[in-house]
């Protein structure tokens, strides 16, 4: 436990010297959310809601996706190349010791995100929710990424950053578009919700916008987002398995 305690500490700092992961984590969220809730009126109500509050969960899920796949998978890679891994690797730490403090270090990241975010932006726009809206929304968000990490987890079986990093963008961008995170769902062409819904994006998103809205999370989020997360934890532990 004491290794993965120190690890994790000391993953997080390295993040927080990441201006990549600043900018792309908290800045860029914020910027698009002050776009798109300036150009379109805050109050209009959407899924039971009013529009800054449904764009906030929106950008707060991208954000953290962003955060967890690219994150997650380009760190993973780049610690895999260089010389001083070696050191790390003859320590008596497990390599799922390792998986675990970066997963740990991450998780209490994306949960300062989203403190960061709700914060700016219920301050702002002028958000008022009850206190356990707040909690319970959060807390959707937060434990809802574990998918997302997985599939970091699995993205960092490439062998090259920038091929890693292409197919990390390319992906969180699919996933968000296809997900009805920058367009609701019900905005999107026929064809396109047919198979939206079931995407990692949406059901991701779609339990918070449900708690927003004051409903129960539906048990097929659950189920299906566990699915996605057997899948892609599995896929990645038995390719770096294969692999690396």
Known sequence: MKIIYNTSKMEMFRLFRNQYFVVFSLLMPFIFYAIYTTTVSGTMEIAGTEWKAYFLISMTCFSLMGSSVTTMGIQLLYDRRQPWMKWVQSLPMKRMQYFTARLVSLMVLN?????????????????????MKWVQVGG??????????????????????DTA???????????????GLWTPMDNMPAFVQSFGTWTPGYLYANGAWS???GEAVPLVT?????????????GALYTHARRI
């Open 222 to 234: 659950i189920v299906v987002l566990l699915a996605y997360l057997v899948i892609f934890a599995g």
């Open 111 to 131: 949960g300062m995100i989203i403190i960061a975010l709700f914060t700016a932006a219920s301050v702002w726009k002028g958000i008022e929710l009850p206190l």
């Open 165 to 179: 990093t292409g197919v990390a963008n390319l992906l969180t961008l699919g996933m968000a578009l296809l997900g």
């Open 140 to 161: 959707w968000i937060w434990l809802g990424i574990l998918p997302f990490l997985a599939l970091g987890l699995w993205i960092s079986v490439f062998k090259t950053p």
């Open 211 to 213: 708690l927003l809205a």
